[in-house]
Protein backbone atom coordinates (compact mmCIF):
# COMPACT_ATOMS: atom_id res chain seq x y z
CA UNK A 1 0.00 0.00 0.00
CA UNK A 2 1.58 3.56 -0.86
CA UNK A 3 1.98 5.97 1.84
CA UNK A 4 1.71 9.39 0.90
CA UNK A 5 3.07 12.48 2.36
CA UNK A 6 1.25 16.10 2.55
CA UNK A 7 3.05 18.95 1.22
CA UNK A 8 2.62 22.84 1.86
CA UNK A 9 4.42 25.01 -1.12
CA UNK A 10 6.52 27.35 1.14
CA UNK A 11 5.74 29.90 -1.95
CA UNK A 12 1.51 30.19 -2.37
CA UNK A 13 0.78 27.38 0.38
CA UNK A 14 -0.71 25.17 -2.06
CA UNK A 15 -1.59 21.86 -0.34
CA UNK A 16 -0.49 18.69 -2.17
CA UNK A 17 0.82 15.52 -1.78
CA UNK A 18 3.99 12.91 -3.00
CA UNK A 19 4.01 9.22 -2.79
CA UNK A 20 6.65 7.36 -1.02
CA UNK A 21 8.39 6.33 -3.53
CA UNK A 22 9.44 9.97 -4.18
CA UNK A 23 10.21 10.97 -0.81
CA UNK A 24 13.08 8.06 -0.84
CA UNK A 25 14.81 9.57 -2.78
CA UNK A 26 17.67 11.58 -1.08
CA UNK A 27 17.57 15.43 -2.28
CA UNK A 28 14.67 14.96 -4.54
CA UNK A 29 12.60 18.34 -5.61
CA UNK A 30 8.97 18.32 -5.73
CA UNK A 31 6.91 21.02 -7.95
CA UNK A 32 4.21 22.96 -6.41
CA UNK A 33 1.50 21.86 -9.33
CA UNK A 34 -0.34 25.15 -8.63
CA UNK A 35 2.89 27.67 -8.94
CA UNK A 36 5.17 25.20 -10.61
CA UNK A 37 7.91 26.35 -7.93
CA UNK A 38 10.33 23.79 -7.51
CA UNK A 39 11.60 23.16 -4.05
CA UNK A 40 13.57 20.42 -1.43
CA UNK A 41 10.47 18.28 0.34
CA UNK A 42 12.04 19.52 3.89
CA UNK A 43 11.25 23.46 2.51
CA UNK A 44 7.48 22.62 3.03
CA UNK A 45 6.42 24.25 6.17
CA UNK A 46 3.80 21.52 6.81
CA UNK A 47 6.80 18.62 6.38
CA UNK A 48 4.72 15.50 7.74
CA UNK A 49 7.16 13.20 6.04
CA UNK A 50 8.79 9.93 7.98
CA UNK A 51 11.02 12.11 9.98
CA UNK A 52 8.41 11.46 13.05
CA UNK A 53 9.42 7.89 12.66
CA UNK A 54 13.35 9.20 12.23
CA UNK A 55 14.24 8.23 9.23
CA UNK A 56 14.86 10.38 6.56
CA UNK A 57 13.45 14.09 6.93
CA UNK A 58 15.95 14.12 9.68
CA UNK A 59 18.55 13.06 7.22
CA UNK A 60 18.15 15.62 5.22
CA UNK A 61 17.98 18.33 7.41
CA UNK A 62 21.11 17.52 8.81
CA UNK A 63 22.47 18.03 5.44
CA UNK A 64 20.78 21.36 4.92
CA UNK A 65 22.12 22.58 7.92
ZN1 LIG B 1 3.09 26.81 -5.10
Not at 19 to 48: D, M, R
Not at 53 to 61: E, I, K, P, Q
Amino acid sequence: MAKVYYLNCPKCEFRYYVGEPLVAIPNFPTQCPKCHHVFQLEESPTWTGPGTSGGLATDLRRKQS
